[in-house]
């Protein structure tokens, strides 16, 4: 039942995203393509990479051109999280020619963002695939975006944190002043929710030796030096699970990986989005 639940959940939010990027790009209508093309015409049209990379995004694309013509006929010629080479044809569309005009923009944009997220995890976990540590992403993504973004980070072979402030509380800095202590704000949240995981923010192995005590799931060490993050490791010894947060960049992570960290958290995956080019051609247009 859990499953189905998210499952119709992350489809409405999939529809009303894309109902929002209608209204914003098309309202009333697309004034050039009805100027130019019948509206009984059909259309060819493929999609194809202009630069290396991993795809994402393609089923969220075809649903928005199916929003215009249910009848569209899309041919995926890569699966979702597959690396390909410049220059692939990645799917072939057939349907009515304005539909295939008027989808163009707001689909490519889609399919670009989250390429462009997946390209740029996948970077990140090669790059400590010899170590037993995940990569995850987190809350850092355009307000509206976050299930697009988060699916693209799975899809670059990361894995998603939390996907919002309801489903882990994570005591940060801000928090713990509020409560008085490390140890009173996880006492505060272990009375107020039943079964919550709780991560807590450390920045000095005093306040991670306070974590461990106060029976945190998760201990954050954050924008602590190597020597730091290797010294909280030891002493968390396995009481609960680590993670390494803090400006991690491509040419920092696998040391910050090798301290024996679980997971490292990189807000650049969605923060800081380059778009992965893609191009759509029309092939032919006929009656």
Do not use: C
């Not at 009515?96 to 163009?104: K, P, S, V, W």
């Not at 945190?216 to 390494?244: P, R």
Request: glycine share 6%.
């Amino acid at each position: 039942m859990k499953n189905k639940e998210q499952a119709e959940t992350k489809h409405a939010l999939i529809e009303a995203l894309i109902d929002r990027a209608f209204e914003e790009d098309i309202r009333s209508g697309d004034i050039t393509t009805d100027s130019i093309v019948d509206e009984d015409y059909k259309a060819e049209a493929i999609w194809f990479t202009k630069e290396e990379g991993v795809v994402a995004g393609i089923e969220v694309g075809r649903r928005v051109f199916e929003k215009l013509d249910p009848d569209i006929k899309w041919n995926s010629h890569v699966n979702e999280g597959e690396k390909v080479p410049k220059k692939t044809s990645i799917v072939t569309i057939k349907g009515n020619a304005r539909a295939i005009l008027t989808a163009e923009r707001i689909a490519l944009n889609i399919a670009q963002r989250m390429s462009g997220i997946a390209t740029t995890t996948r970077k990140y976990v090669e790059a400590i695939a010899d170590l037993d540590t995940q990569v995850l992403d987190t809350r850092k993504t355009v307000p509206g975006l976050r299930l697009l973004d988060k699916e693209a980070v799975t899809a670059g072979g990361g894995a998603n944190h939390r996907m919002g402030l309801f489903d882990l509380a994570m005591i940060k800095d801000n928090h713990i002043v509020a409560a008085g202590s490390i140890t009173k704000a996880v006492q505060n949240v272990r009375q107020n929710v039943s079964n919550a995981r709780i991560e807590v923010e450390t920045t000095t192995l005093e306040q991670v030796e306070e974590a461990i005590a106060a029976g945190a799931d998760i201990i954050m060490l954050d924008n602590m030096s190597i020597a730091t993050m290797k010294k909280a490791v030891e002493f968390v010894d396995g009481k609960g699970a680590t993670e390494a947060s803090g400006n991690i960049t491509l040419k920092t992570i696998k040391e910050v990986a090798s301290t024996g960290v679980d997971f490292v958290s990189v807000g650049a995956l969605t923060h800081s989005v380059s778009a992965f080019d893609i191009s759509q051609q029309i092939q032919e247009i006929y009656k």
